[in-house]
Antibody, heavy 122, light 110 residues
C-alpha cells in the first residue's frame, strides 16, 4: 500500500526558506511516470496547489508562487522535496504531499500524506 | 488564477439531498473534463470523492454524484448522513496546465 509522509521543520523564520520532504513508501518514485505534488492549506482556509514534479525532474508550478518555489525529486531516496523561499506569515499552512490518481497527469489526487503544519514566525 | 467559487456553507437534515455548486471560467471548469471533488473532515487530509466531473473512485458511496453545465460544476449528496458532515472542495485542471481549487463548502447535517 502506497504511503506518503511529510517531514521538515514546523517553525520557519520570516524571510528564510521553508524546506519539506515527502517520503514515499510501498512503491517506487523511479520510473513511476507520476507527477508528485505539493498542496497547502492555510489555517481555516481552502486548499492551494503549489506544484508537481515528474519522476524524471520536470516541474509545473502555481504561477502565484513560481518565483519562490522549487520542487525536486531524489529517486535514490524515494523522496521529493519542496523549497519555498522568502517566506512570510502568509505561508503559514498545513503542507500536504500527494500523488495523482493517474500517471502522467497533474491532477486528481487520490493519495495524500497526513500533512505537516508549518508556522512562519520569528 | 482565481479560486473557483463555492457557497460557504450548506445545511440539511438527515435523509435530504443537497447540491454544492462550483463556478469557474471557460479556462477551467467550462473548458475541461477534469473537475474533481474532495471531502475533508477536521484534521484529516482531503479524500477524492468525484473525478472527471461525474466518476466515483472505488469505495465512494453512490450517494455522491457530480455534474457540470457550462462553467459550473455541481456535487450532489443524496440521503444525507451524519458522516457526510465535512468540508467539500471542488478542483479543476486548467488550460494553463495548473490546478485550482474552490474556497470550500462546509456541509452541516442538522
Amino acid at each position: 500500500q502506497l504511503q506518503l509522509q511529510e517531514s521538515g521543520p514546523g517553525l520557519v523564520k520570516p524571510s528564510e526558506t521553508l524546506s519539506l520532504t515527502c517520503t514515499v513508501s510501498g512503491g517506487s518514485i523511479s520510473g513511476s511516470f507520476y507527477y508528485w505534488a505539493w498542496i497547502r492549506q492555510s489555517p481555516g482556509k481552502g486548499l492551494e496547489w503549489i506544484g508537481n514534479v515528474y519522476y524524471s525532474g520536470g516541474t509545473y508550478y502555481n504561477p502565484s508562487l513560481k518565483s519562490r518555489v522549487t520542487i525536486s525529486v531524489d529517486t535514490s531516496k524515494n523522496q521529493f522535496s519542496l523549497k519555498l523561499r522568502s517566506v512570510t506569515a502568509a505561508d503559514t499552512a498545513v503542507y500536504y504531499c500527494a500523488r495523482p490518481r493517474r500517471s502522467t497527469t497533474l491532477h486528481t489526487f487520490d493519495m495524500w500524506g497526513q500533512g505537516t503544519m508549518v508556522t512562519v514566525s520569528s | 488564477q482565481s479560486a473557483l467559487t463555492q457557497p460557504a456553507s450548506v445545511s440539511a437534515s438527515p435523509g435530504q439531498s443537497i447540491t454544492i455548486s462550483c463556478t469557474g471560467t471557460s479556462s477551467d471548469v467550462g473548458g475541461q473534463s477534469y473537475v474533481f471533488w474532495y471531502q475533508q473532515h477536521p484534521g484529516k487530509a482531503p479524500k477524492l470523492m468525484i473525478y472527471d466531473v461525474n466518476n466515483r473512485p472505488s469505495g465512494v458511496s453512490n450517494r455522491f454524484s457530480g455534474s457540470k453545465s457550462g462553467n459550473t460544476a455541481s456535487l450532489t449528496i443524496s440521503g444525507l448522513q451524519a458522516e457526510d458532515e465535512a468540508d467539500y472542495y471542488c478542483s479543476s485542471y486548467t488550460t494553463g496546465n495548473t490546478v485550482i481549487f474552490g474556497g470550500g463548502t462546509k456541509v452541516t447535517v442538522l
